[in-house]
């Protein structure tokens, strides 16, 4: 596909309805992947604006940051998604990552230990 005409399909789907969350998911995600991270992390600032709880966009977010070596905001994300959800396996996953980026050997097993936990439902294995 041509990824100008994925941008321009975005941001007109932006232009119609500034609130289309999936819409700027996949402009953050475009601009990422066509190294415009500065510009992906300010579309995944404003999908966490407007839901502050959105799961892909803290992690998105914080994968560029990794990306670009900026570790301790990448921890940060993190550790702002699994405040405000503790049972996100991928977020606590994510966030043992980040820390081993950092060298930060402790902090990073204790995120994976929920990482790895695993509730099994009654009668099965």
């Not at 005409?5 to 941001?11: D, F, P």
């Not at 980040?98 to 790895?116: F, G």
């Amino acid at each position: 596909g041509d990824t100008a005409q994925a941008l321009e399909a975005c941001r007109k789907a932006l232009e119609m309805d500034p609130k289309l969350v999936d819409a700027r998911l996949m402009l953050a995600g475009i601009l990422s992947t066509t190294q415009q991270s500065e510009q992906s992390l300010v579309e995944y600032d404003r999908i966490i604006k407007q839901e502050p709880s959105h799961e892909e966009a803290h992690l998105f977010k914080s994968h560029v940051l990794g990306e670009l070596g900026r570790n301790d905001e990448a921890v940060a994300v993190l550790k702002q998604l699994v405040k405000r959800n503790s049972e996100s396996h991928t977020g606590w996953f994510y966030l043992g990552l980040a820390e081993r980026r950092r060298d930060n050997w402790a902090a990073a097993v204790t995120a994976y230990r929920p990482a790895s936990a695993r509730s099994v439902a009654p009668g099965t294995t």
